[in-house]
């Protein structure tokens, strides 16, 4: 059974950093697509970014564009989300996300496996 282990939130001021990580276990890292999703207090879970298998490709939500970065280190099993430039409106719980498919990774429904989140505030 796939689990994933999300560590690294907490509090950070307006305009500091915050790195994220997320453990994988339980099934063939390098075969699976890696996600971050975030979801704030009565809002819907939206996608933030996503990186592909190999790592070649990565996509964000333009709202984190250029401010965030995706990676991932296939020998450790773990995806890191490093956040920068941290504003109020980033406050939220981030869920990292496992696929296997290929299209669609903006996505929710097609991740099959996701962590408990780990809660990240932004203070102004």
């Known amino acids: 059974q796939v689990q994933l282990v999300e560590s690294g939130g907490g509090l950070a001021q307006a305009g500091g950093s915050l790195r994220l990580s997320c453990l994988v276990s339980?099934?063939?890292?390098?075969?699976?697509?890696m996600a971050w999703f975030r979801q704030a207090p009565g809002k819907e879970r939206e996608f933030v970014a996503v990186?592909?298998?190999?790592?070649?490709?990565?996509d964000y939500a333009d709202s984190v564009k250029d401010r965030f970065t995706i990676s991932r280190d296939n020998a450790k099993n773990t995806v890191y989300l490093q956040m920068s430039s941290l504003k109020p409106e980033d406050t939220a719980v981030y869920s990292c996300a496992a696929s296997t498919a290929v299209i669609g990774l903006t996505t929710p429904n097609v991740y099959s496996t996701w962590g408990q989140g780990t809660q990240v505030t932004v203070s102004s």
């Open positions: 990186i592909t298998r190999t790592g070649a490709r990565t």
């Open positions: 339980g099934r063939t890292f390098s075969g699976i697509a």
